[in-house]
């Protein structure tokens, strides 16, 4: 048995610190460690066999802040490893307690804590809400005063707050606003270290990029800030175009007319509109298909760009009332592939990133390049200021080494790729890690017990060897 402190084996270990935990809800039943171990790896077929059996020895389901902090101090004094944990609803096994200790479900740390047009006396800028804040929660309370989050992720009904911004990177909204990293787009975080004496550190301006992404490596998320902008009455739409290129086309002139009010720009092309059950009959067959949503005053702009492209509006409702019974953008970014998963649980594909500069030219240069590979997803975004949009062919899952071989290729096309198929923040390329990143992990975690096996341990250096791609990864404007 693993020797961890002081001589004791891991299982004396984890008695202590059960003992020290009185009354906080806390659990080592096998069925719900593996349970509360998992994340949506589980649907990605190159990660499932290599994460399975990877569990936590405890589970540790604090109900405030401060029973947060009386936990995350008995593991910083028996150097148990933390993993945190939200809805678990990540894709890469970000969630995963790779070098088992406790998984910390911060789930019950709920509420909007600050919102500055509560009381309607000034215009609201931000809101402020506790980590464990279901994302939906956050605007269901805040549109009444006619406004809301800019983004959320399409798991917004799901996904909490504090795991959005520890594993998620942008969404619905990121067409008009950007993507998280952006800056302005997270306003202040509250991080709480691992020590014997936890503290509260207030995070504000460029500094929240560090936690940002970084799978809870580097501090636990209590607060999150975020900007708020103009709860528009917004519409779903269903567009169809006889070809991919037309969609291609409509979905970067709506993106580059800055005066459209969007917030989901996802062109699939055939035969990808046939993988949503949920819309079919609405898409005729061998069409491309754009999913949108707009504000009500920008849909007039909304048929003339359709129109001036060929194109069909084939449905159009209110955000949340559409006849597929959920809201749209369950179609859109992560849900995508879910969806073709459903379809065919091998299918997979890649983080790439297109250039701002040829934006159209790239999108259908890799639609005609890679038709051999598979039909061509897309989701547009602002980023870094300008135009782009995160997506790959979508192909049958063969091996890892047919995964390096899409990549290359993706790279000589012209795009940055990211690698969506590990859990190790090097080998992903998504999160850059810097020395500010490093000083962060060295002050709030000075025991290196966060997210044990995604940053630079023995865990990850193994998991790294068998996850990695020649991928060479995202970079941004602005770093450190
Ligand atoms: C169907 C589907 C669609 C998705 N769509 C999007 C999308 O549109 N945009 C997007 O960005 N992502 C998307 N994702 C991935 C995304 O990361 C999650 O949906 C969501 O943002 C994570 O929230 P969660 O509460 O489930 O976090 P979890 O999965 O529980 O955690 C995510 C990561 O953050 C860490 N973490 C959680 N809470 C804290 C905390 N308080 N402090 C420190 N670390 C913490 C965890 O350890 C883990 O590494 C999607 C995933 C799925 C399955």
């Known amino acids: 048995m693993q020797v961890l402190v002081d001589g004791r084996s891991r299982a004396e270990v984890i008695a202590g610190l059960c ?9 080592t039943d096998t069925r719900k460690l593996r349970t509360k171990s998992r994340d949506r790896f589980t649907e990605n077929p190159a990660l499932r066999g290599l994460l399975r059996g990877r569990n936590a020895e405890i589970f540790i389901a604090p109900r405030d802040k401060d029973e947060l902090r009386t936990a995350v101090a008995a593991c910083a004094r028996h150097r148990v ?32 804590i600050g919102w500055h047009g509560e009381h309607g006396r000034r215009l609201p800028t931000t809101v402020r809400a506790r980590t464990g804040t279901v994302v939906a929660d956050i605007d269901a309370t805040i549109r009444p005063s006619g ?34 990293r ?7 975080l509250e991080v709480m270290t691992v020590e014997e004496h936890p503290r509260l550190i207030e995070l504000r301006g460029r500094d929240v990029n560090s936690v940002h992404h970084a799978y809870g490596a580097n501090g636990i998320i209590t607060e999150v800030e975020l900007p708020v902008a103009p709860a528009w009455e917004w519409h779903e ?28 720009v996802s062109p699939h092309a055939h035969p990808l509109p046939r993988y949503f059950p949920g ?70 594909g890649l983080m790439a990133l297109y250039p701002t500069t040829d934006l159209y030219e790239s999108i259908v240069r890799v639609h005609r390049e890679f038709a051999d590979l598979g039909p061509l ?28 071989e899409v990549t290359e290729r993706l790279q000589r096309a ?35 017990l966060l997210a044990q096996g995604k940053l630079d341990d023995v865990v990850a250096t193994e998991l790294r060897t068998s996850t990695a791609l020649p991928n060479n990864g995202w970079s941004y404007r602005l770093t450190g």
């Open 414 to 448: 012209g795009l940055s790729v990211a690698n969506p198929h590990t859990p190790v923040l090097g080998a992903g390329g998504m999160k850059p890690w810097g020395p500010k990143e490093a000083s962060f992990k060295r002050e709030f975690d000075p025991y290196g």
């Open 182 to 188: 952006d800056t302005g787009n997270i306003t202040a």
């Open 237 to 264: 739409l269903v567009i169809t175009f006889p070809e991919f290129e037309q969609a291609a086309r409509f979905s970067v002139d709506i993106c580059h007319s800055d005066g459209v009010l969007k917030k989901v």
């Open 81 to 112: 490893p933390i993993t945190v944990r939200g809805a678990g609803s990540g894709q890469f096994g970000q969630g995963v307690p790779l070098n088992g200790g406790a998984v910390i479900d911060v789930t019950a740390l709920t509420g909007v």
């Open 19 to 27: 003992g020290e935990l009185g009354g906080i809800a806390h659990s």
């Open 279 to 348: 819309l079919a009959g609405l898409v005729p067959d061998g069409e491309a298909m754009v999913l949108l949503m707009a504000a009500v005053q920008s849909v007039t702009e909304v048929e003339d760009l359709v129109r001036a492209n060929g194109g069909r509006i084939r449905y159009r409702c209110l955000e949340g009332k559409g006849a597929y019974g959920v809201p749209l953008y369950e179609f859109t970014w992560g849900h995508s592939l879910l969806h073709y998963q459903r379809h065919d649980e091998r299918l997979v």
């Open 147 to 180: 406004w809301e989050l800019r983004m959320h992720p399409s798991t917004a009904q799901r996904a909490t707050v504090g795991g959005y911004i520890a594993g998620g990177h942008a969404g619905i909204g990121s067409c008009q606003w950007g993507i998280l």
């Open 377 to 404: 997803h897309v989701e547009l975004k602002r980023i870094d200021g300008g135009v782009s949009c995160q997506g790959s062919p979508v192909f049958a899952f063969e091996s890892r080494a047919h995964l390096a």
